[in-house]
T-cell receptor, first 113, second 110 residues
């Protein structure tokens, strides 16, 4: 298996622009997680899905953030409009079962100018 | 609130020595713990896990110890190699979600 795939790997955008991050989980995994990592706050869970259904989005910072999972092999995290404070590395992870090992993708490094 | 934290933010060891990375957790309901390794520019990589019905688990060159009495978790790396240099995170799962500690940076010197 190729592991969790994320795109793009790097994104540089200007404040106010829409940003869409993409994730392909490991085939067969039924849980998908979106995390944000910064030096100040470490790894933070934003939202997670079970069988394509959002279960908990309490970690989503504000309404500018939204996530979807239209099918078992694809998820997006969208920021609209983006702000400089959104600059971080965004990771997607998937697992087979909730209390099972989460496997992380390589991350998307986002810089909002 | 509940938290997972690490005692030491940085650890420097000589190649060949054993490394011990510590982690404290505060949620007594946590029953699943994982250690991840994160190299620069990469995502966290699973190393080893342990469930609360165990107090020790061994992998290849790594051992995780769990002390539920004092809510302490440690990762031991035997014969540390330069490739072990990375940030190590402990994470606990109490059935809600993974809660990550801040991380410990391990630097292996020749």
């Amino acid at each position: 298996d190729a592991g969790v795939i994320q795109s793009p790997r790097h994104e540089v955008t200007e404040m106010g622009q829409e940003v869409t991050l993409r994730c392909k989980p490991i085939s067969g995994h039924d849980y998908l997680f979106w995390y944000r990592q910064t030096m100040m706050r470490g790894l933070e869970l934003l939202i997670y899905f079970n069988n394509n259904v959002p279960i908990d989005d309490s970690g989503m910072p504000e309404d500018r953030f939204s996530a979807k999972m239209p099918n078992a092999s694809f998820s997006t995290l969208k920021i609209q409009p983006s702000e400089p404070r959104d600059s971080a590395v965004y990771f997607c992870a998937s697992s087979f079962g909730f209390q099972e090992t989460q496997y992380f993708g390589p991350g998307t490094r986002l810089l909002v100018l | 609130g509940e938290s997972v934290g690490l005692h030491l933010p940085t650890l420097s060891v000589q190649e060949g020595d054993n490394s011990i990375i510590n982690c404290a957790y505060s949620n007594s309901a946590s029953d699943y713990f994982i250690w991840y390794k994160q190299e620069s520019g990469k995502g966290p990589q699973f190393i080893i896990d342990i469930r609360s019905n165990m107090d020790k688990r061994q992998g290849q060159r790594v051992t995780v110890l769990l002390n539920k009495t004092v809510k302490h978790l440690s990762l031991q790396i035997a014969a540390t190699q330069p490739g072990d240099s990375a940030v190590y995170f402990c994470a606990e799962n109490s059935g809600y979600a993974l809660n990550f500690g801040k991380g410990t940076s391990l630097l292996v010197t020749p």
